[in-house]
C-alpha cells in the first residue's frame, strides 16, 4: 500500500490514451539478453509496470527475447533480473521466447502451407536492394512443398539449408517496405544459451513477437516508436494465423546528449576497455548510473513524468540529476574533506586543548544521526581558501567560529605553507565574506579518494557517419586525494553523503587499512 503511494508522488497519472482496457491489462518488458538494461531500457521498464501495476490492476510480464543466439549469454540475462529488482521492478511471470520455438516452428510451416510464407534464398545484398525497389524475389511463387523442404533443410543446417531463410509473403512493393516479405526466420549453427544445440533456425523479432505476446495474453504490447512502421506487420501475422490481437502502443525513445544507448556499442566499450565494465560510473546502464550516484526513487519520478508520450527526446543530464538531489540533499549527511596536495598547515594560536563534540551529521534532519568533530590549535585547510586570505582578515571556520588570520607564510612561487589563526569567539559569523573548511589534523583522519567524471563523447549526438572511436573522450576520470574526518572510516559501497563545499559522493569502496576510501562524485544538474 506505502509503496504503491509513493509511487503516486511521482505525479504520473495518464492513461493508454483511447485503448480498450476492459478485459483488464497484461503488459510485457521483452529485453533482449544481449547487455546490461540501460537508461533506455528504464523507461520501457517502468512504463510497461506502471500500466500493470500501478494504473491497473494487471499483470507485467518479463519476457526475454532470446532468439538470436549469437548476441545472448546467461551473464546478461542474470544481470537483467538483478537490475529489474533493484528498481523495484516485479514481473508476475518470466518467460523466454525460446520456452516458444516448438510453437513458432508449427506456426512457420502453417504459414507455408496457407501460402503466407515462402523460403528464400537470394543473397542479402539483392533482398535488400529488391525490398528497396519493391521487385518481389524470385522464390516468390516457390510452392509449399518445396518452401518446407527448404525448411527441412535449414532446420538440419545442411550447407544448402543454410543459404535459405523463409520470408512472410505480404508484398513485394507496399509503400510501407516493413511490409515487403520480411524474413520471419533464419539459421544460426551459433548454440543458444538456454536450449543449446536443439535448434539451427531461429525466428526473428518481427515474427516472435507478435505470435507470443498474443500466446502469452498481452493485452497492450508499448513499443518505442521506432517500431511504428512494423506495426502493420505485427498486425498482419496475427491475421495469418488467426491469432487473438493485441493492441500496441508507441512510446518515444528516450535518449541523452554525450550518451550512447546502444547495447552493441556499449559492448564495444566494455571489450576495448574504454570503460572498466557494464557498471562503470559513466556508463548509462542501471548499475552505472546508480554506482554514480542516481536514486532508483529519482529515476521513477524522472521517467514516469515523461510518460507514454511520443514526442522524441534528447535530454541533458542536468534534469535527472536535478531530480536525484531532491532525494538526496534531505538526508546524505555531511562531512569535511580537504585535498592533501598542497594542503596548508595552520597554527590556532589561542585554541583550547583538544577536545571533541557531537554534533549533527546535517543541520536540518536530525534523524541522519549525529558525528564526532574535534576542535585543536592544528588544523588543515585548502590551498585554495588560504591563498585568498588576507593580513588580519576575520573568517568564518565552519561549524567553530570566527578567527582573525595573523600570519600567512608562502614560498617563492606563492604556495601558502604555513598560517597562524586567532580565534575571536565574540566575532559575528554573519559578517565574514569567507566561511572555510578546516580539519583538526589527527591520527584518525581518513585517507579519500574524490573522483570526477566527465562525458565518454566529445558530441552532444552522434550523426550515422561519426566513427566512435574519433568523438570518444579519453580524459574522463579525474582523482584528487584528501584527507576526511574520522567519521568517514564508517561509510559503506554504496553510502551517498556531502562533503561540506565539495559536493555529494557515493562511497565506492570503504577504507581499509593502507588504502583510501573511494567516493565518486554524483552530479548535481548544476555546471561546475
Ligand atoms: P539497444 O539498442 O540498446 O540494444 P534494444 O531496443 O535493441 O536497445 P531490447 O533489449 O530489445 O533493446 O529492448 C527492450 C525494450 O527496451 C524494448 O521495448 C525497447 O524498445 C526498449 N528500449 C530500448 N532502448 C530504449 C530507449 N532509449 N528509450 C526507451 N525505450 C528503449
Ligand atoms: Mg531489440
Ligand atoms: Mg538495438
Given at each position: 500500500k506505502e509503496s504503491k503511494a509513493a509511487k503516486s508522488k511521482a505525479g504520473a497519472s495518464y492513461d493508454i490514451a483511447l485503448l480498450n482496457t476492459d478485459n483488464g491489462v497484461v503488459t510485457r518488458f521483452p529485453p533482449e539478453p544481449s547487455g546490461y538494461l540501460h537508461i533506455g531500457h528504464a523507461k520501457a521498464a517502468m512504463l510497461n509496470d506502471y500500466f500493470a501495476h500501478e494504473k491497473y490492476n494487471g499483470t507485467l510480464l518479463l519476457r526475454f527475447d532470446d532468439t538470436n543466439p549469437s548476441n545472448e549469454k546467461q551473464e546478461f540475462q542474470d544481470a537483467i533480473v538483478e537490475d529489474l529488482a533493484l528498481m523495484g521492478i516485479k514481473p508476475n511471470k518470466v518467460s523466454y521466447t525460446s520456452d516458444y520455438f516448438d510453437e513458432l516452428y508449427a506456426y512457420c510451416i502453417e504459414m507455408i502451407k496457407t501460402g503466407h510464407a515462402y523460403a528464400d534464398d537470394t543473397d542479402k545484398e539483392t533482398m535488400a536492394a529488391q525490398r528497396m525497389d519493391g521487385i518481389p524475389s524470385a522464390r516468390r511463387e516457390l510452392s509449399p512443398e518445396e518452401s518446407l523442404a527448404r525448411l527441412e533443410e535449414m532446420k538440419s543446417s545442411t550447407p544448402e539449408g543454410l543459404r535459405w531463410c523463409i520470408r512472410a509473403k505480404i508484398s513485394p512493393d507496399d509503400k510501407n517496405k516493413a511490409l515487403r516479405d520480411p524474413v520471419i526466420y533464419r539459421c544460426n549453427p551459433h548454440p543458444h544459451h538456454r536450449t543449446g544445440t536443439k535448434w539451427k533456425i531461429y525466428p526473428t523479432y518481427d515474427f516472435a513477437c507478435p505470435v507470443v505476446d498474443s500466446m502469452e495474453g498481452v493485452t497492450h504490447a508499448l513499443r518505442t516508436i521506432e517500431y511504428r512502421d512494423r506495426n502493420p506487420q505485427y498486425q498482419w501475422m496475427l491475421d495469418a494465423l488467426k491469432l487473438r490481437h493485441v493492441q500496441v502502443w508507441d512510446f518515444a525513445r528516450m535518449n541523452f546528449i554525450r550518451t550512447l544507448l546502444s547495447k552493441r556499442k556499449l559492448t564495444k566499450l566494455v571489450e576495448s576497455g574504454v570503460v572498466w565494465g557494464w557498471d562503470d560510473p559513466r556508463f548509462p546502464t542501471i548499475r552505472g548510473i546508480r554506482r554514480r550516484g542516481m536514486t532508483i526513487p529519482a529515476l521513477r519520478e524522472f521517467i514516469l513524468k515523461q510518460g507514454p508520450s511520443r514526442t522524441i527526446t534528447l535530454f541533458d543530464w542536468a534534469l535527472i540529476w536535478a531530480t536525484n538531489k531532491k532525494y538526496i540533499d534531505p538526508v546524505a549527511p555531511r562531512h569535511t574533506a580537504i585535498v592533501t596536495q598542497d594542503v596548508v598547515k595552520v597554527i590556532i594560536?589561542?585554541?583550547?586543548a583538544t577536545f571533541t563534540e557531537e554534533k549533527p551529521r546535517h543541520a536540518k534532519n536530525a534523524a541522519v544521526g549525529m558525528k564526532t568533530v574535534t576542535f585543536a590549535s592544528n588544523v588543515l585547510m585548502e590551498q585554495v581558501d588560504a591563498k585568498s586570505y588576507k593580513q588580519d582578515e576575520e573568517i568564518t571556520l565552519m561549524n567553530w567560529g570566527n578567527a582573525f588570520v595573523r600570519k600567512i607564510t608562502a614560498d617563492a612561487n606563492g604556495t601558502i605553507t604555513h598560517l597562524e589563526l586567532e580565534l575571536n569567539p565574540q566575532g559575528d559569523v554573519k559578517k565574514t565574506e569567507k566561511k572555510v573548511t578546516w580539519l583538526a589534523e589527527t591520527p584518525d583522519m581518513v585517507p579519500v579518494e574524490l573522483v570526477d567524471f566527465d562525458y565518454l563523447l566529445k558530441k552532444d549526438s552522434l550523426s550515422e557517419d561519426d566513427v566512435l572511436e574519433d568523438v570518444l573522450n579519453y580524459d574522463t576520470e579525474h582523482r584528487e586525494s584528501a584527507l576526511a574526518d574520522s567519521n568517514v572510516a564508517q561509510f559503506k559501497e554504496g553510502d551517498i553523503m556531502q562533503f561540506d563545499r565539495k559536493g555529494f559522493y557515493r562511497c565506492d569502496r570503504a577504507a581499509t587499512p593502507g588504502s583510501p576510501a573511494v567516493f565518486f562524485n554524483i552530479p548535481t544538474g548544476k555546471a561546475k
Open positions: 594560536t589561542n585554541a583550547p
